[in-house]
């Protein structure tokens, strides 16, 4: 249906256009694309990032990371962050760093709404806990330091997501999103998300990330690294009292002159103080590494030898002491380790009872076996495919899903 052009209408011609005279000679162009795996037909008015946005937000990993954890287990409040507020609280702070530096904001927030597709059930813990049983089946040593997240890493399960379980066409698999964005994705490295380059083999391994892809990597941790501290002071697991809290470098610096004496409203106050800080310093740091490096196109940043986006020494420092200070009193809380002790019990219990008789998944998931090659009897070994089948549905699952998935399988008086 052709339609006549309307002069209040914003083409996309006209969205590259305007990215074409803002943008600087480092970011992204949508225009630039290196394009899609499958040929797509331009949209009339988004431009390409944007359609990989809209695409990892209509997918079915978005949606259920609302019922997946952050720290707090689902059922333990509606107060708490949850993956999916997570990744709006990092998108928002993506766009912001983007825009400061004249980056293209739409990539940066498409990358940051896609990094945590792959998480799987019950944070980190259930990380961890799918990644060995898997290696244990690969037959390597998951005490092996080297082997972390070989057997399942979040950060690639992200992209086997869009690249792969999403189902959104005939043709194809995936999502078929833009060369950029997928690099972003697979080239996500904060302290917990590295992966190794062999993974990174169609995005060119032997160069760093876009610079939108290293603003994602600093939002992601930045806005955990607040937001974990907001949530456990919510909590009272954590309290602003705490000689250990107010020891830390960023809490003098987030308190000094504070005269709020409300509780819930000083904790607000603080929190965005941290934020601030921690966002001023990496922008300001950041412009700088620019300006000596003028990369003058976004390849000149993949070459650059070094991530351009940083944090002062001094900053780091005190970013260093507040996660130091996360881990050991609210990741290693005695309530956090006993939530995450059950649910490694959960996911571990779960996996086992699949292998053991792989009837017991459901006909979808039955049907992904089928297609890798006729399943063995039940209680055979199943090949590694097939155990990644089974790691695919348990990753898939949200904290509440697999809670229920366990009730229905181990509770004898629970129907199924």
């Known amino acids: 249906m052709s339609r006549t052009p309307s002069p209040s209408l914003c083409t996309r011609q006209m969205i590259e256009a305007q990215e074409e005279a ?65 990744t709006f609280e990092a998108a928002q702070i993506a766009r912001t760093i983007a825009r400061a530096l004249r980056a ?65 066409w005939s043709g194809f698999k995936g999502l078929n999103l833009t060369w950029e964005s997928l690099e972003g994705i697979v080239k996500h490295a904060t302290e917990y998300d590295a992966v190794s380059v062999d993974w990174m083999r169609p995005y060119e391994p032997t160069m760093g990330p876009s610079l939108e892809a290293q603003i994602v990597n600093f939002a992601d941790e930045l806005t955990y690294s607040a937001h974990d501290l907001d949530d456990g002071l919510r909590s009272g697991m954590i309290h602003m009292e705490m000689p250990e809290l107010c020891r830390l ?51 000149d940043v993949r070459r650059a030898g070094q991530p351009l986006m940083a944090i002062s020494a001094e900053m780091a420092a005190m970013q260093r002491e507040l996660k130091d200070f996360l881990y050991a009193n609210l990741y290693r809380h005695w309530r956090v380790v006993r939530m995450f002790r059950k649910a490694e019990r959960v996911l571990v219990e779960l996996f086992e009872a699949f292998e053991q008789d792989w009837r017991q998944l459901p006909a979808s998931t039955q049907s992904k076996l089928q297609a890798i090659g006729s399943p063995p009897r039940p209680g055979a070994v199943l090949s590694p495919k097939g155990y990644r089948v089974i790691c695919d549905y348990l990753a898939g699952m949200t904290d509440r899903y697999a809670l229920q998935e366990h009730k229905r399988l181990y509770d004898p008086f629970e129907r199924a």
Do not use: C
């Open 22 to 86: 803002w943008l600087a000679p480092y970011a992204e162009r949508s225009a630039n694309s290196r394009g899609r795996r499958h040929p797509a037909e331009k949209h009339p008015y988004r431009s390409e990032f944007q359609k990989d946005r809209d695409r990892i937000i209509h997918t079915t990993a978005f949606r259920r990371l609302q019922y997946k954890t952050q720290v707090f287990i689902n059922y333990e409040g509606d107060y708490y962050r949850t993956r999916l507020t997570h």
């Open 249 to 299: 470098a960023i809490w003098q610096e987030a308190t000094a002159d504070l005269i709020e004496t409300d509780p819930e409203l000083r904790r607000h106050r603080i929190i965005r103080r941290v934020i601030d800080l921690l966002i001023t310093d990496l922008v300001h740091t950041s412009a700088a590494r620019l300006d000596a490096a003028a990369p003058s196109s976004p390849d």
């Open 104 to 168: 293209n904001p739409e990539l940066a927030e498409a990358i940051t709404l896609a990094h945590d597709l792959g998480h799987s059930p019950f944070g980190h813990s259930g990380e961890a806990t799918l990644d060995r049983l898997m290696l244990e089946r690969m037959g390597l040593d998951a005490g092996d330091v080297a082997n972390k997240g070989r057997g399942f890493n979040h950060t690639l399960q992200s992209l086997r997501v869009v690249d792969e379980l999403e189902a959104r």
